[in-house]
């Protein structure tokens, strides 16, 4: 070994090789979850609506009212109807991977948040925190125990982390292969959005295989469509359905063409289908391109993809006013890009230039790309909203790109900023808290300063769901360890942690620097100088690997102690415990 025994086992007692770090201490988030509410013996509503609005902080429906009231005539947006009933903290955990405090959060941990009533670290869909993770369970999949029908609609990749949260569960949002295979078998009847290549499946070097399951969606009953035609041919009879409108995002609004539907359309489809359950239904709707246009800093975008917000939540509304029996609800995970309207210390903002832009930065990126002169960037600029008179400081900047991964987009979104007189502090996520808005039974129950968590909460406490139930029933069939694969292909898990979890005890021999994991009338020991592995007293084929600290042995030490079968699920990451 390249280190001493001593080295790798740190300072204090020895069992630290077994803990989460060299210094044996737990991990805080571990003790943090929150305990989802009990289901009301009557629910109020039958049917519950949660839309999302991606990255959509204050600033970013304040830009939509001004363009509204300048542009469309209108003085108010349709959320301002009188359903605004308070704001929502954000924040998740720190989380197992990163250095991050949980102060801002990601889409995927509050996703869990809003859907499940629990907190967790930032990349995790709908796990808990800690080596071990357990699965929480969503509003969606306690309404499916209630017999309700359900759906995702979004702008977004259909496995982005929004709407992965409600129907998925793994250690990692990037996982998307998995969650797109987790849909199958998930009960949920309707699936609109992007991301078609994640249902075209890629090995483990990203390239793309022959596999395809859409048409394994196709056998369960799902009618698929991939453009507009194509969704107005789904009959409200469907039952299921299968919408992939894009490879990856769907187009921003001043991107598309007739070709595409638009988030009002998408949603109105949903609710043809879904009520037609008798029993009711739960839908998620997520504008998604609010984010990526904070994260790129491109307002004009931002402010047409917020506005469909608007227009969906008239969509919604409307139905539930109609149906006498829905609650809806309005929030958002997080601001993006930290938005301020005004900037520069001039007390300005040129809501005139705000309807100027033709196309979003990611369709003019790729034009810019072309760019060889500054003529040529002052053309582009030009013909897409309007500006004549670049400085060349301007052509400069767009020329070098804005510094990030943008490039000359970024550029080109900076020099626009400028003009709008609109400030971003960068292009990740902010710490601030968003709006929510509600109609019908749930507004009394989100009503006031609430954390995220509590719309999960609320949201099944409406309609009678029982997130407990729900939870407990996949926490026995899965577990999300951490975990590493070795050179030869071996997937090992860490000791002490899966061993907890599954009730076996772990002791420390400092006679000879050996672990012992034993459960009743099991023993497996551990000789950490080698990782050469004793089962009862008898040498084993099976072998330990210490790394970093950490102990990692293979799931068979776990089966032969526990007299149990579990198996690897390798693509979506998880032990199947039963």
């Known amino acids: 070994m390249k280190k001493s025994l001593k080295q790798i086992m740190g300072s204090g007692l020895s069992i630290s090789l077994l803990a989460v770090s060299v210094a044996g201490a737990a991990s805080a988030a571990d003790t943090t979850t929150t305990t989802p509410a009990t289901p009301t013996t009557t629910a109020q509503s039958k049917n519950l609506i949660v839309l999302i609005g991606d990255g959509m902080g204050p600033a970013e429906v304040t830009a939509a009212r001004y363009y509204s009231k300048k542009f469309l005539n209108k003085d108010r947006l349709e959320l301002d109807g009188g359903y605004y009933v308070g704001k929502a903290t954000t924040y998740s955990q720190a989380g197992p991977y990163t250095s991050e405090s949980g102060a801002v959060t990601d889409s995927a941990a509050a996703g869990t948040a809003f859907s499940t009533g629990n907190k967790t670290y930032n990349n995790a869909i709908s796990v808990s925190n800690g080596d071990v993770a357990k699965p929480f369970g969503s509003v969606v999949e306690a309404a499916i125990k209630q017999g309700k029908a359900t759906g995702l609609v979004t702008t977004d990749s259909i496995v982005g982390a929004t709407p992965a949260v409600w129907a998925s569960h793994v250690r990692q949002r990037s996982n998307q292969n998995a969650i797109a295979s987790q849909y199958l078998t998930s009960g949920v009847n309707v699936f609109f959005g992007g991301g078609k290549t994640n249902f075209i499946t890629k090995d483990e070097k990203g390239k793309r295989t022959d596999k395809n399951i859409i048409p394994e969606f196709e056998a369960k009953g799902y009618k698929t469509a991939y453009d507009k035609a194509g969704l107005d041919a789904i009959p409200a009879t469907a039952g299921n359905a299968l919408g992939l409108f894009a490879l990856n995002e769907i187009p921003y609004v001043l991107d598309r063409d007739d070709k595409t539907p638009n988030l009002p359309q998408l949603t109105q489809k949903a609710l043809d289908i879904l009520s037609q359950n008798k029993n009711g239904f739960v839908l998620m709707v997520e504008q998604g391109r609010i984010d990526h246009a904070g994260h790129a800093n491109d307002l004009p975008a931002n402010i047409q993809e917020t506005l469909e917000l608007d227009a969906t939540f008239k969509t919604l509304v409307d139905f539930a006013k109609k149906d006498g029996n829905t609650s809806v609800v309005v ?116 009503k006031g300063d609430i954390d995220n968590t509590d719309v999960a909460k609320s949201g099944a406490k409406v309609i009678g769901a029982d997130l407990t139930a729900a939870t407990k029933e996949l926490q026995d069939k899965y577990l999300y360890p951490l975990f590493k694969v070795t050179r030869d292909n071996k997937t090992l898990f860490t000791a002490r942690s899966l061993a907890e979890s599954l009730d076996i005890k772990v002791t420390w021999d400092e006679k000879t620097k050996t672990v012992v994991l034993a459960k009743d009338s099991q023993q497996i020991s551990v000789l950490v100088e080698t990782g050469a592995i004793t089962e009862n007293g008898a040498a084993s084929a099976l072998v330990g690997n210490v790394d970093n600290g950490k102990l990692y042995l293979p799931l068979e030490a776990f089966n032969k102690l526990t007299g149990k079968s579990f198996t690897w699920d390798s693509a979506s990451e998880r032990i199947l415990k039963n």
């Open 331 to 446: 929030t958002a995970d997080h601001e993006t890009g930290g938005l301020s309207l005004a900037r520069d210390n001039v007390y300005e903002l040129n809501v005139d230039l705000f309807n100027k832009e033709k196309h979003s930065y990611e369709y003019l990126d790729a034009i810019l790309k072309t760019a060889q002169t500054a003529e040529d960037v002052r053309k582009i600029v030009a013909d897409n909203i309007g500006f004549m008179d670049l400085s060349d400081d301007e052509v400069a900047l767009i020329l070098k790109g804005d510094g990030s991964s943008y490039g000359r987009g970024g550029g080109y979104n900076a020099v626009v900023s400028k003009r709008l007189a609109v400030g971003w502090t960068g292009h990740g996520h902010t710490g601030v808290d968003v709006g929510v808005w509600a109609y019908g039974p749930i507004a009394s129950l989100v």
